[in-house]
């Protein structure tokens, strides 16, 4: 989706716009880290250029360091605990947005689901989605995979 984007946290402590810019099309992950981290099923993301976030409220950091190797931060709301975007090393200037906190999130269709083989068994995908066992290795790759927003 192009334009302005906004949204925020659980309790609306914090808010955000996303300019628009360099962004990807949100998908599906279906790991088993993003099942732990959300205690869900899977988490919806959107890859997105940094520079073009900006941000207001009081923010929490959360440390993690992936089974890759990669360090990621997760930011999200001191108050609420809901989690806005995350960061991690192997990715510079790049973000990845919980699309749960947009405000208009329900036009954010998952162009794609990654991790399907650690999809809880009980979801089902819908017919021709786009798939991976694993993930995309690079932002070149994540753009085949999901394409530009
Ligand atoms: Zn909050
Ligand atoms: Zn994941």
Known sequence: MKG??????????????LREGLRLNAYACHCTDCQSRTGSAFSE??????????ITGELDIGEYDQP???????YGCAKCKARIYATNDAREGMASLRCGTLDNSASFVPAGH???????PWIGLPEGARVM???????????????LA
């Open 4 to 17: 302005e984007l906004t949204g925020g946290c659980l309790c609306g402590a914090v808010r955000y716009t």
């Open 45 to 54: 993301h959107m890859l997105f250029a940094l520079a073009d976030l900006a």
């Open 68 to 74: 890759s190797g990669a360090h990621s931060r997760i």
């Open 114 to 120: 990654v991790w399907v083989r650690s999809k809880q």
């Open 133 to 147: 066992d694993e993930q995309p290795r690079s932002t070149e790759e994540w753009v085949a995979f999901v394409g």
